[in-house]
T-cell receptor, first 116, second 111 residues
Framework: NAGVTQTPKFQVLKTGQSMTLQCAQD?????MSWYRQDPGMGLRLIHY???????DQGEVPNGYNVSRSTTEDFPLRLLSAAPSQTSVYFC???????????????FGPGTRLTVT | SQQGEEDPQALSIQEGENATMNCSYK?????LQWYRQNSGRGLVHLIL?????REKHSGRLRVTLDTSKKSSSLLITASRAADTASYFC???????????FGKGITLSVRP
């Protein structure tokens, strides 16, 4: 199993450009999420999905769109990049285990995005 | 908003010593998890403790949970240089799967 994969690893955008960060998992996990990590801020949840066709906002959703057409893929779209979106982006996936269910998350390697 | 708050922010110890990291949180939780992040890498799950548990062990890791004080501690025994990393606590509330992370602790283990 490849686990959670993310592409690209690095990206530089100009202000106003749009792009899509790709995330895929091969563990048949129901739950997928996107986080951004900024220095001194820990990880903050952008959007998440509890299954194909279902998405919801996290703590910092503005400026980002997501869709979940398949179980495997959960792309994150930046609509009009801003310097404030310079960050490291992590995708994660999980499935419930135990009773009551808990969710151990598996993370991808991250995408380092710079917006100039 | 951050639910978990780790303490200390940075910790430097000698190889072979024990490392203790603390996490405090604000609201009632379903479970608390600890993750490790090596420099430039994604996070890796270390251990999970449910709200009705007080202590769990996994190899050289020991985690405790005190729900009355809304705090948890992670103990790494006999530390190694390879334990150098950032450590995050994360909590879930209610029955959902959303994790809320703290800002992390940077652990340096000197050879």
């Amino acid at each position: 199993n490849a686990g959670v994969t993310q592409t690209p690893k690095f990206q530089v955008l100009k202000t106003g450009q749009s792009m899509t960060l790709q995330c895929a998992q091969d563990m048949n996990h129901e739950y997928m999420s996107w986080y951004r990590q900024d220095p001194g801020m820990g990880l903050r949840l952008i959007h998440y999905s509890v299954g194909a066709g279902i998405t919801d906002q996290g703590e910092v959703p503005n400026g980002y769109n997501v869709s979940r057409s398949t179980t495997e893929d959960f792309p994150l779209r930046l609509l009009s990049a801003a310097p404030s979106q310079t960050s490291v982006y992590f995708c994660a996936s999980s499935s419930p285990a135990g009773t009551p269910p808990t969710y151990e998350q598996y993370f991808g390697p991250g995408t380092r995005l710079t917006v100039t | 908003s951050q639910q978990g708050e780790e303490d200390p922010q940075a910790l430097s110890i000698q190889e072979g010593e024990n490392a203790t990291m603390n996490c405090s949180y604000k609201t009632s939780i379903n479970n608390l998890q600890w993750y490790r992040q090596n420099s430039g890498r994604g996070l890796v799950h270390l251990i999970l403790i449910r709200s009705n548990e007080r202590e769990k062990h996994s190899g050289r890791l020991r985690v405790t949970l005190d729900t009355s004080k809304k705090s948890s501690s992670l103990l790494i025994t006999a530390s190694r240089a390879a334990d150098t990393a950032s450590y995050f606590c994360a909590t879930t509330t209610g029955a959902n799967s959303k994790l809320t992370f703290g800002k992390g602790i940077t652990l340096s283990v000197r050879p």
